[in-house]
């Protein structure tokens, strides 16, 4: 066989799908950047304006609400206009929310904007982007994919964190937010010309779909009502109050805790912030290892079992975290800084794997209500860790909350039984 004839095979065997992956690892990318800036403008904003660590948690906390709650009903209009228009208009909101910052004189600009703007922004772009690229593209390697697109949210904050830590060091704050600004507008164009919403909408079926397989139309009408009718058949499932609360507890020991009071934590006990931006840099490109790696083990280990190692180990080493902090970068808190990346958002591939076992058709949208649990818990710990600091003058109680808290959901994890007959009927009454 000749090269030429080698490489014309190559190309016909590399299905589009991979390509739209792409794209949509390149659009969640492009929106990490804000997910990687309050952590680091927190010291800056307050030295400029004289705001508590209070009032700029709760500016992350809308944040994180909104990013939760917008998420189901961004899976439902995806299903009803097309992921390639709501990515487009969440990215233009993230640039707007972000760009206008460096404008605010008021705490209450500061919650419009980073609570309200970029939460509806990024809470468009948030998991059920990924979740909605698998289920509509893959048949095969679905585990893999959502792992790799969570991934990307990691690989966002590996880029974003290092060079927004300089910026507000050097030039100043208002600078990294116009970085935030400009990453989102440039991925606009990517997302317009390139994303495609179906297969069928190029001629071919999604990989790993037997030929001629015909794709499930969207239900029809409104979709903030599909979104809500959706919830309230899966709260009426034990599975999902399970997995909604483990859920939250894993926001409020990621997103909510270490994303957003890591650095401030670290400052507290005299450590650099670009150095305490860069060992949340280091979770990042542990977080890309051990979500891919997580994608791939939901393919083969029953998810619930992968959810409650994941929770039970993130939950012990919280307990120790306290003990590590200190002015210089000490082998123990590099140990901590790889173990939890490894486990950041590795809890991601499983819980969408269960939602898709149990649900079905409705899985992306059941995901998109227990994303928002996530980010309710997100937006809790946020502002409770930054209360703790302001009336206790350490952070050691929160994270000593938060170890308990994966501990308790760790074996949530492991009590979400394998539909029965009975729960099987009322899941196949759903779809």
């Known amino acids: 066989?000749?090269?030429?004839?080698?490489?014309?095979?190559?190309?016909?065997?590399?299905?589009?799908?991979?390509?739209?992956?792409?794209?949509?690892?390149?659009?969640?990318?492009?929106?990490?950047?804000?997910?990687?800036?309050?952590?680091?403008?927190?010291?800056?904003?307050?030295?400029?304006?004289?705001?508590?660590?209070?009032?700029?948690?709760?500016?992350?906390?809308?944040?994180?609400?909104?990013?939760?709650?917008t998420a189901p009903?961004?899976?439902?209009?995806?299903?009803?206009?097309?992921?390639?228009?709501?990515?487009?208009l969440a990215l233009l909101l993230i640039a707007a929310g972000s760009g206008l910052t460096v404008m605010m004189t008021a705490s209450w600009q500061?919650?419009?904007?980073?609570?309200?703007?970029?939460?509806?922004?990024?809470g468009s772009m948030a998991l059920v982007f990924a979740a909605t690229v698998v289920d509509r593209w893959f048949?095969?390697?679905?585990?893999?994919?959502?792992?790799?697109?969570?991934?990307?949210?990691a690989t966002g904050q590996l880029i974003f964190l290092p060079v927004l830590a300089h910026l507000a060091e050097g030039p100043g704050w208002r600078f990294a937010s116009l970085a935030v600004a400009g990453s989102a507008l440039a991925v606009v164009p990517f997302v317009w010309w390139l994303l495609r919403d179906h297969p069928e909408d190029v001629g071919t079926t999604a990989l790993g779909a037997e030929p001629g397989a015909v794709r499930t139309e969207p239900a029809k009408g409104n979709a903030a009502v599909r979104a809500v009718t959706v919830l309230g058949r899966a709260a009426r499932t034990r599975p999902f109050w399970l997995l909604a609360g483990g859920f939250a507890i894993c926001g409020m020991s990621t997103n909510g805790l270490v994303g957003t009071h890591f650095i401030p934590a670290a400052h507290d006990h005299g450590m650099a912030e670009p150095v305490a931006a860069s060992l949340l840099a280091v979770i990042g490109i542990f977080d890309i290892v051990g979500t891919v790696a997580s994608g791939w083990l939901s393919d083969r280990i029953d998810p619930k079992v992968l959810l409650g190692v994941y929770y039970g180990l993130r939950g012990l080493s919280l307990m120790v975290l306290p003990g590590l902090f200190a002015a210089t970068t000490e082998p123990s808190m590099l140990i901590f800084i790889v173990f939890y990346g490894l486990d950041w958002v590795a809890t991601v591939p499983p819980t969408v794997a269960l939602c898709r076992r149990i649900y079905g058709a409705d899985g992306a949208v059941v995901f998109g209500w227990v994303f928002g649990s996530h980010q309710v818990g997100a937006a809790i710990a946020a502002v409770g860790a930054g209360l703790t600091r302001d009336h206790l003058g350490?952070?050691?109680?929160?994270?000593?909350?938060?170890?308990?808290?994966?501990?308790?959901?760790?074996?949530?994890?492991?009590?979400?039984?394998?539909?029965?007959?009975k729960s099987a009927k009322q899941t196949a009454a759903m779809v």
């Open 73 to 88: 009903f961004a899976a439902a209009l995806m299903d009803r206009f097309g992921m390639r228009r709501v990515v487009a």
């Open 394 to 421: 350490a952070y050691d109680l929160a994270w000593y909350g938060a170890g308990a808290l994966c501990l308790l959901a760790a074996g949530m994890s492991l009590a979400i039984g394998h539909p029965n007959k």
């Open 139 to 153: 048949v095969r390697h679905r585990g893999l994919v959502t792992g790799v697109l969570t991934a990307a949210g």
């Open 110 to 122: 500061l919650l419009l904007l980073w609570g309200v703007f970029v939460g509806l922004g990024t």
């Open 1 to 69: 066989m000749s090269l030429s004839t080698t490489a014309s095979t190559t190309r016909r065997r590399l299905h589009r799908a991979w390509f739209v992956a792409a794209v949509a690892f390149v659009a969640i990318l492009g929106a990490a950047g804000f997910r990687a800036t309050p952590g680091v403008l927190i010291t800056p904003l307050q030295e400029e304006f004289g705001w508590s660590t209070g009032t700029i948690s709760l500016a992350v906390s809308i944040n994180l609400v909104l990013y939760g709650l």
